[in-house]
């Protein structure tokens, strides 16, 4: 059974970078793509970016070119950089995986969750 635990989060001043981790066990990150979600104070939870098993990547429009999503197959471990952050980038953050080749930024693809880290951008 896939288990992912987010690191990372925490305060941020507007236009500040913060990385965000997602440590998996139980299984290997390599037979699964990969994504983060995230949910803003009193909004639904949204796609913010995704790697597919092989690589290749997606973005929520909101979120490109300032964020990066990446992996670590010897440390089974994926990441999410955060730049240029935006008062509106405050949410809780989720780190999700499928076992698939290909990554969606749709909810319902997902069957493993982390439990959540928050990040606050704010001065």
């Known amino acids: 059974q896939l288990q992912l635990v987010e690191s990372g989060g925490g305060l941020v001043q507007p236009g500040g970078s913060l990385r965000l981790s997602c440590a998996a066990s139980?299984?290997?990150?390599?037979?699964?793509?990969i994504a983060w979600f995230r949910r803003a104070p009193g909004k639904e939870r949204e796609g913010v970016s995704c790697?597919?098993?092989?690589?290749?990547?997606g973005y929520a429009n909101s979120v490109k070119d300032r964020f990066t999503i990446s992996r670590d197959t010897a440390k089974n471990m994926a990441y999410l950089q955060m730049s240029t952050l935006k008062a509106e980038d405050t949410a809780v953050y989720y780190c999700?995986?499928?076992?698939?080749?290909?990554?969606?930024?749709?909810?319902?693809?997902?069957?493993?969750w982390g439990q959540g880290i928050q990040v606050t951008v704010s001065s």
């Open positions: 790697i597919r098993r092989f690589g290749g990547t």
């Open positions: 999700a995986a499928v076992r698939s080749i290909f990554c969606t930024l749709v909810e319902a693809s997902y069957d493993n």
């Open positions: 139980g299984a290997t990150l390599d037979d699964y793509a």
